[in-house]
């Protein structure tokens, strides 16, 4: 079964600090991984997906097969990036997205 | 022009009562869900309808009761409400129905259900 687990529940960084968001999946084929972003009040909205070797709004994430990680990263934190991130995963035969718990991201001025 | 609208955001009602989430998608997606984020912010898949036809449905109880009348709405009916069903229900939608693929999904902004 496809499992995706994000250890920290609760992150804070002061703003201009590097920030990582950890991410740890299983599942033993091919996965399409997602990061999701849900600011205060707002829906959740497709960040970045691992596929696409795409930067918004200065997050990468790459795929670590060998660690089965798939971690987000973000080298100089902003105030703005305060947020629920979740991290989603979609194995080849699975026809939905399986979440992680969420990692509630504070930057602290 | 709201892609993914649910209605209504916010609901209170008592246990033991029947409510609705309305939920309607002007994207032209061919597959819609429901998903449940509990009070630990967890986000569940409930349901998933791809062109009316109900494709996922995940071990919730049968009091939940997914109704898609086309493939641009899809509604969440609630029997005899309970406590533990407090929570906030996503819409969500996607391109395919293969769990959104490339592209994931796009959500509507959430109903908070809260049962008294």
């Known amino acids: 079964a496809q499992r995706v687990t994000q250890p920290e529940k609760l992150l804070s960084v002061f703003k201009g600090a590097p920030v990582e968001l950890k991410c740890n999946y299983s599942?033993?084929?091919?996965?399409?991984l997602f990061w999701y972003v849900q600011y205060s009040r707002q829906r959740l909205q497709l960040l970045l997906r691992?596929?696409s070797r795409e930067s918004i709004k200065g997050f990468t994430a790459d795929l670590n097969k060998g660690e089965t990680s798939f971690h987000l990263k973000k080298p100089f934190a902003q105030e703005e990036d305060s947020a629920m991130y979740y991290c989603?995963?979609?194995?080849?035969?699975?026809?939905?997205?399986?979440f992680g718990s969420g990692t509630q991201l504070t930057v602290l001025p | 022009d709201t892609a993914v609208s649910q209605t209504p955001k916010y609901l209170v009602t008592q246990m033991g009562n029947d409510k609705s989430i309305k939920c309607e998608q002007n994207?032209?997606?061919?597959?819609m869900y429901w998903y449940k984020q509990d009070s630990k912010k967890f986000l569940k898949i409930m349901f998933s309808y791809n062109n009316k036809e109900l494709i996922i449905n995940e071990t919730v109880p049968n009091r939940f009761s997914p109704k898609s009348p086309d493939k641009a709405h899809l509604n969440l009916h609630i029997n005899s409400l309970e406590l533990g069903d407090s929570a906030v229900y996503f819409c969500a939608s996607s391109q395919d129905s293969w769990g959104g693929g490339a592209y994931g999904y796009t959500f509507g902004s959430g109903t908070r259900l809260t049962v008294v």
């Open positions: 989603a995963l979609k194995s080849g035969s699975a026809r939905q997205l399986t």
């Open positions: 994207l032209g997606h061919d597959t």
């Open positions: 691992h596929i």
């Open positions: 599942y033993s084929g091919s996965p399409e």
